[in-house]
Structure formats: C-alpha cells, structure tokens
C-alpha cells in the first residue's frame, strides 16, 4: 500500500512540475520531492540577513505572565523572517528537522495519509513529530513548533488506532455527552505522538449529499451542528475554565470550515455559493452562523477557512467573512489557518497577489503545504513594497503565539511522561469500548416488517442458520471509508479493528451456524440473510457524485440481483433478508426496498463492527435518528427543504425505529 502511495506522490509531483503550478490538492504521504525541486530552484536563503542576538527570554518564558504580555515580549525581538516563518504551515513531508532550525516554522501539518518516512505505527509518527518539535527549539528565539493532523474520526493516519464513526454517526447517534467522549479519546491518541493540534470537527451543515464531504458533518440542521459541534470541541480540548482546557491530554480543535461549504451548487466540494453576499449574510443570520457561535463558546482557538466561494468570491478573499463577521461580529482572536494550498486558488494573477489577497481577507497561518519558500520570500517582498503592512503581520503573528502559549506550547516538555503513557493507550480496549458504544448508538433501523406478528429482527434473533451476503461484511477499509490511514481511505484490512462479520460471528456462534457469500447466494438450509451493501471510500472531491451516481456501489448492486435469484431458486423468498447500509450519506435505496424485511443505516462505523452485532443480536435497541432528509430520488435533492415536498420524501429528518 505505502509503495502505491510513494508512486503515486511522484507521479504528483511530476505532474504538478510540468503543468508549472500548485494548484493541485495534493493529500497524500508525499515524500518531498516537490519540497525539494523548489529548493533546487535555488529560490535564495531566507536566513542570511537574520538576526544574530540573543533572545531575552526573560518575559515570554515565564509562565507566570499573563498571555499578552508573553506575546508582546517576543513579537516585539522578531525579525520579519522570523515573523513570516511563524506565518507558513508546511508538510512535514516536505521538510528535514534541518529546515525547521533553519527557517523556523510556526506549524508543520501532516496531511491525509501522510506518514513518517519510517512507518507508520504510533512510535514512529512520535518520533517524527517529537524530531521537528526539537528542532523548532533550536531556534533563536526557541518557539514551540504547533503540529496539526486530521483526526476527523479517531487519530486516523496512524495504523492500530481506534477509528471512530464518522461525524454523521455521531449526529445520529444523539449523544452530545457521547460525542464529546469520543472526541477525548481520539485528543488522547492524537496527544500520544506529540501533536498538539486537529483540524477537527467540521461544522458544515450539507444540504445536498451530492457533496462528497458529507459525512464529515453531524446534521443538515445548523443547530444540531452547533451541539454536536461544541460537544466535540469540548472532548478535544477539555471543558473551558477548568484545568484540564488544553491540558496535556487535549489537544487543540479546529471548526472548520468557515463557511458555506454545504451550500455549494449540486453539492460541489471547492463549489460555488449561487447567492449575492447579502443573501449569504442573512444565511448566516438565519442559523448557518452558529455552529461557529457555539464552537467560539466552547473556547476554540483555531479556524480554517472554506475552500468554497459565495458569489464567485473565495471565503479565503473575503474580509467581509473572515476580517468582518469572523474576527470582528464574532470577536474570535484566535489564529485563521488557511486550507490546503487554498491561497493558490485565489483570484489574484500571481502567487505574490494571492497571498496578500489572503492576509488582507484574514488569514493569519497559511498552509501552503510545499511552497512555503515561495510564501516566504513572497511574504517578504510584499512588506518590502508597503502592499502588506507591519501591522497585519504583527496581528496574525500575535494570534498564532497567543495561542501556542494558550496551549501550553512554551512550556511543553517533549516526549514528556503523560505522552508515554498516553501512547500505551494508542488503540487499547478503553477507547475501542467508547468506540463500539458510538456504533450502537449511531444505527439507524429504517425498516423493520412484521410477518406473521414478528419483526424481520425477531425473526431473525429466532434463526438458525444465519448466510451473511456482500464485501463489505469484511471489509474493514469500507466500514471506516475516507481519511483512514490514506487520505481517500481503502478497502480491506488496512488497519486494526473487527469487520461487521465477525462481529456478528462473536455475538451468535456456536449457537447460530454462520456462513458468508460475496455473491449474495444462499443455501437451502438458510433460515435468514443478513446482506451487507453501500459505498466504496472516497474523500472530499472524489466523493462527489452525480444525482444517479447516489446509490450502491455497482459491484454490491450485482450482488443484490444475485441474492434475489438465488433466493427465489431456493424457494426462500419468505426468510428474513436484513440489509445493513455502510454508507457515507443517504443513498438511493428506493428500488430495492421491497427487498429488505429489515434495513440498517449504519454510516461509516470505524474499527468496532462489533456495535452493529451488539444492536442486531444483543440486549441493545436502535436508538439513533436520521440528521438528513432522505429523499425517494436524489434527483429531488434540490426540493428536499420545499413545501409540500412530502412525497419525494423517503424518510424524513428524525426518522428512526426501535426494534
Ligand atoms: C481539507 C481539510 C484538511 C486539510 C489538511 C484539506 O484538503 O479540506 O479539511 O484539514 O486538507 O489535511
């Protein structure tokens, strides 16, 4: 898998050289080539005029001065390299613990799937991390490094971390207190390799599954955004005003991304809002704006800007968002991070203007992930000529401390005692358990038929002889889908963790015979089916889909009409059939539901499939309500929020059975 990876980073590389520009949204364990050609560019050192004094560590050190007068302190010994270092986030693997001593970054990220050269288990990815921390100490000044990865559902790079459901399994479960729980559990695998940082959660509230970030979001409902959304800052980060706020266990969130990313037309990911900045004001008026309320309630010191326009106008361009409503309605004084390379696609005719384009809109540390000397020296030249000013510098150099000093950054010991034991704790039985709760509760039961005065669930708990159908009932990848351990995800057994079949196989073995098919045929001694069917992995762009495209995956689509014939060739039309959904989204499932005596949403679980079993044959009940209008035919999607649309509808948004 990792060698797929490499070539497929070279090839990247390759072909972002010849088209000359870096545009291309590059998640994946690149391996620096790119880094290094524009090194080889001979882009000239920016460390020749540094400053040569020796720090006054004085005030900034001391942990007894307030915040501000620690920023103050060592803002005003910066030089403007060192003041535009602080400014660039680039991807460690783009980078050497060299060039972090050298230029002095203020972040390293690593992007989706991007593991340390050396491997990929919980020890190495501290030791990467802990090497660039080090090496940010050798500084002049000595700032702390702030290291960002995306845990969106678990420490999900890592190989053996407990992989957690996706956001809109959490929104469906109903569980604030569950998904802060689950949020503390994955800052607690994050903090054990040393970052001290998530892009997590998303705040987006999507109003056409067409888009292929879905499942990233709790709800379609802004305000069931801004509970589930707080409930998940506040197990990052530690509840505000008590000691454990960005302790050592936490870590800090990230509610991203701000804003209007649901709202694009037909669900494009990096799409455009069609309406006029008036209209998306009142928008944000009318609810869209409080997840954000909430997530600034909560404490959050970190938000990263929208890939999506409004109007044409990129959120990264717009001051109105970020200067005006953000940092101004809002009063948020954290730091303003900019998505993936996200400046590159700004209006502006050259990378030089795209940058001021973006500090001017607001944005304080920019992730621009491999051209980071060209940010710099473009940084630079742009103070130079008056067309960025020393102010704006200061002020998001100023927020990006003040924030490593919130967090604790400057007096951060690392590889310290409570990394260690954290580390001991990476993927263990204590968070797998928070994990395979979150699964029970996040099922959704759409369907469940009487016949003969039992429920299809009834009758299948009374069966014998159990003949379980499709891939994905072991297919640990699928279950967990996007952003697990590459950035796109995988299927197969790509981390650790329990399938849906053998979770089951550990609730009703020896007693029940349980056998499996890919094909979907079944033997004359079954006496019910349990059929596993939905989408293949995907992440942001890849995930979008055509109104047509919302449904099974084609394989498992076979799969279904095979299981009709051979049931029927059986003469076993009348046992149970019980079809769980592994999906990111609603999809259209409308043709088939004659099918099913029993249908499951169970959206993309994680590592515990034993929570799909625990539900299905165990004491538990379905607990979990849909967060999404599900409509007939997504080619309705558009009408889904219309008056009278009732007969489009196939399960409305609150919808969920008990057995
Ligand atoms: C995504 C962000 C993510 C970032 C860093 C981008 O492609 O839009 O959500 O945090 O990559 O991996």
């Known amino acids: 898998m990792k060698k797929r990876v490499r070539i497929y980073a070279v090839l990247l590389a390759l072909a972002l050289l010849l088209s000359g520009c870096g545009n291309a949204q590059t998640q994946t364990g690149m391996d620096g080539t790119a880094g290094q050609t524009e090194r080889e560019n001979g882009q000239g050192s920016l460390a020749d005029d540094r400053e040569t004094a020796e720090a006054d560590k004085s005030v900034y050190m001391d942990p007894a001065q307030d915040v501000e007068s620690r920023v103050e302190a060592l803002l005003a010994q910066m030089t403007l390299e060192e003041k535009i270092a602080q400014m660039v986030q680039p991807e460690q693997a783009g980078i050497t613990a060299e060039d972090v001593s050298e230029y002095g970054f203020g972040s390293v990220l690593s992007g989706g799937g991007s593991a340390p050269s050396t491997g990929n288990s919980a020890q190495d990815w501290q030791q990467r991390v802990n090497e660039l921390k080090a090496a940010a100490l050798q500084t002049r000044l000595g700032i702390p490094l702030l290291y960002g990865v995306d845990a969106v559902h678990g420490n999900n790079n890592v190989f053996g971390t407990v992989i957690f459901p996706h956001n809109i399994g959490l929104g469906a479960a109903g569980d604030p207190e569950l998904t802060e729980r689950v949020a503390q559990a994955a800052a607690e695998e994050v903090r054990a390799i040393g970052v001290q940082w998530t892009f997590a959660p998303t705040l987006g509230n999507p109003q056409n599954e067409r888009w292929g970030r879905t499942y990233e979001c709790f709800s379609e409902d802004p305000q069931e955004v801004a509970v589930y959304g707080a409930a998940s800052i506040r197990g990052f980060q530690g509840e505000l005003g008590t000691e454990e706020y960005l302790d050592e266990k936490h ?163 690392i590889g310290a005692e409570t990394e260690q034991a954290l580390l001991k704790k990476v993927g263990g039985e204590e968070h797998r358990e928070i994990a395979r709760e979150a699964v029970r509760k996040s099922l959704v039961l759409l369907k469940n038929e009487t016949q003969d005065g039992k429920s299809a669930l009834e009758r299948l708990n009374a069966a014998e002889n159990i003949r379980v159908c499709g891939q994905k009932a072991y297919d640990l990848g699928s279950q967990c889908g996007g952003w697990t351990i590459s950035w796109q995800g995988m299927s197969g057994k790509t981390t650790q963790g329990t399938t849906i079949i053998d979770g089951i196989a550990a609730q009703v073995m020896p007693e029940k015979k349980l056998s499996h098919d890919v094909k979907g045929e079944v033997l004359e001694e079954n006496d019910a089916v349990i059929v596993v069917i939905g989408e293949g992995p995907y992440a942001e762009t890849d995930g979008d889909r055509t109104a047509d495209a919302l449904k099974v995956s084609a394989d498992d689509a076979v799969m279904l009409e095979n299981l009709k014939a051979s049931l029927k060739e059986q003469g076993k039309q009348d046992i149970p059939v019980i079809a769980i959904l592994i999906a990111g989204r609603p999809l259209n499932i409308t043709e088939y539901l004659d099918d099913f005596d029993a249908l499951i949403m169970a959206w993309l679980p994680g590592t515990e499939g034993e929570g799909v079993a625990d539900v299905l044959f165990g004491e538990y009940d379905f607990t979990g309500k849909l967060q999404y209008t599900w409509m007939k035919d997504p080619a309705d999607i558009e009408d889904k929020f219309a008056e009278g649309n009732e007969d489009k509808v196939l399960f409305p948004a609150g919808f969920g059975l008990s057995k």
């Open 251 to 413: 870590v800090l969130a990230c509610a991203k991304h701000f804003i209007g990313e649901g709202y694009t037309t037909d669900g494009i990911n990096q799409g455009d809002v069609a309406m006029t900045q008036e209209e998306f004001d009142l928008l944000l008026e009318s609810g869209v704006i409080d997840p954000y309320a909430a997530a600034l309630n909560e404490g959050v010191r970190t938000v990263m800007i929208s890939f999506n326009s409004v109007d044409g106008v990129k959120c990264h361009e717009n001051r109105h968002l970020i200067r005006d409503i953000l940092k101004g309605e809002l009063g948020f004084t954290g730091l303003v991070v900019s998505d993936y390379n996200a400046i590159q696609q700004l209006s502006g005719a050259t990378y030089k203007e795209q940058i001021r384009q973006g500090i001017d809109a607001g944005v304080d540390l920019f992730m621009e992930v491999y051209s980071w000397q060209d940010f710099m020296k473009n940084m630079k030249a742009l103070v130079e000529e008056g067309s960025v000013s020393a102010e704006q510098i200061d002020d998001a150099v100023s927020r990006i401390l003040r924030v490593k000093f919130e967090a604790g950054l400057f007096e951060e010991t």
